[in-house]
């Protein structure tokens, strides 16, 4: 488990964890963001997105024993302003896992692809997610999505190389 508060990282005013809750331990992950366009709105919005996690970010790309957690999620709303998820551990013989709700996203202004969020647990257990209140969602960069008018419905799956999952318990 990897406590060490990630370098570099500010975390923004408006994503900021309520009062009561400290910082437990991040994962880092790599894997893809599906955004779905709408028509009407003549906008992308996250729609879906599958990681696989581990401790450290250079244990990603060359030992894949040390894969320790996926993290799965999906827009609740058709415009993905409401995103829920779950990080389920890989470990074997761990039956760990935590969901989260957003309650703040923020979205990179000029591409308009993710940048982060802060989501609410309520459903946590095993060992490593039992006391998991509430979690950060951070893309290191920017991913830009295709400026072209497409149909409605359009799903475009960009990678994404850099995510961090901070993790956070009450104090």
């Not at 709303?77 to 829920?84: A, H, I, M, Y």
């Not at 490593?128 to 209140?133: E, G, P, V």
């Not at 497409?150 to 009450?170: E, H, R, W």
Request: hydrophobic fraction near 35%; aromatic fraction near 14%; charged fraction near 20%.
């Amino acid at each position: 488990m990897n406590t060490e508060f990630p370098k570099n990282l500010t975390i923004p005013e408006d994503l900021k964890v309520p009062a009561g809750n400290v910082f437990k331990f991040v994962l880092y992950g790599i894997g893809v963001m599906d955004y779905k366009y709408s028509e009407s709105e003549s906008a992308w919005g996250l729609c879906k997105s599958e990681f696989i996690l581990a401790n450290y970010p250079k244990d990603l790309y060359f030992n894949s024993s040390s894969i320790v957690a996926m993290a799965s999620g999906a827009a609740a709303d058709q415009f993905g302003n409401v995103l829920e998820g779950v990080t389920k551990s890989l470990i074997p013989g761990d039956n760990s896992l935590c969901d989260g709700k957003s309650i703040a996203i923020r979205y990179y202004p000029d591409s308009k692809s993710y940048h982060g969020g802060l989501g609410k647990s309520t459903v946590h257990q095993g060992s490593a997610f039992s006391d998991i209140t509430y979690i950060h969602v951070f893309v290191d960069s920017e991913h830009p999505l295709p400026v072209d008018s497409l149909f409605d419905g359009y799903i475009y799956s960009t990678p994404v190389s850099n995510l961090s999952i901070l993790f956070y318990k009450a104090a």
